[in-house]
């Protein structure tokens, strides 16, 4: 157990919907990342919040957005989803900017 | 961030050492070495970094070159279960700069029974 907390585990949903994927960072730590990683494809960098702002974007579509709450985790919110769309989404915490990731154990999104 | 050169794959022999190279020829004076690892479909997993000394934990021992231009992560005695792809990523650590981790196609090692 990493300490990152990702939920849930897996989920199937049709094209078009919207759903939210929910991370717990490690205790004590401020900065919450956010990957997609689609079936042999790299780790895609998607967001970073830390301590509940906004901090860096890489490849985040419009249709994805997240927010950091004042607990510290984090959601990821999918939607108008697209079959290509369907990739493992992984949630990474450190204690701030700089510092190196410990990674949850993702969520499997597949979008049928 | 500087950009790595890693290669696409490599295979092992359960028990003996792990080498696995990578190249970081732009790196700057302030950019550290990171190598992290994903156990299929698993989260990465750190594994070490370093900024110029060599550097020794429990799971490997990282090699970094004097001109610091690359780098090898070392194994010492390999398992079936660090079949794995490595990662070797260079960014800015220690607060100085809000880079995220960005992670390339790394090198897919397979450790051989």
């Known amino acids: 157990d990493s300490g990152v907390t990702q939920t849930p585990k897996h989920l199937i949903t049709a094209t078009g919907q919207r759903v939210t994927l929910r991370c717990s960072p490690r205790?004590?730590?401020?900065?919450v990342y956010w990957y997609q990683q689609s079936l042999d494809q790299g780790l895609q960098f998607l967001i970073q919040?830390?301590?509940?702002?906004?901090?860096a974007k890489g490849n985040i579509l419009e249709r994805f957005s997240a927010q950091q709450f004042p607990d510290l985790h984090s959601e990821l919110n999918l939607s108008s989803l697209e079959l290509g769309d369907s990739a493992l989404y992984f949630c990474?915490?450190?204690?701030?900017?700089?510092?190196?990731?410990?990674f949850g154990s993702g969520t499997r999104l597949t979008v049928v | 961030d500087a950009k790595t050169t890693q290669p696409t794959s490599m295979d092992c022999a359960e028990g003996r050492a792990a080498n696995l190279p990578c190249n970081h020829s732009?790196?700057?004076?302030?950019?550290?070495v990171y190598w992290y690892r994903q156990i299929h479909s698993q989260g990465p997993q750190y594994i070490i970094h370093?900024?110029?000394n060599n550097e020794t934990n429990e799971m490997a021992s990282l090699i970094i070159t004097e001109d610091r231009k690359s780098s090898t992560l070392i194994l010492p005695h390999a398992t079936l279960r660090d079949t794995a792809v490595y990662y070797c990523?260079?960014?800015?650590?220690?607060?100085?700069?809000?880079?995220?981790?960005?992670f390339g196609k790394g090198t897919r090692l397979s450790v051989i029974a």
């Open positions: 990474a915490s450190s204690p701030g900017t700089g510092y190196g990731y410990t």
């Open positions: 205790s004590g730590d401020l900065s």
């Open positions: 919040y830390y301590n509940g702002e906004e901090r």
């Open positions: 732009t790196i700057s004076g302030n950019e550290y």
């Open positions: 370093g900024l110029k």
């Open positions: 990523i260079v960014r800015l650590a220690g607060g100085s700069g809000n880079t995220p981790l960005v």
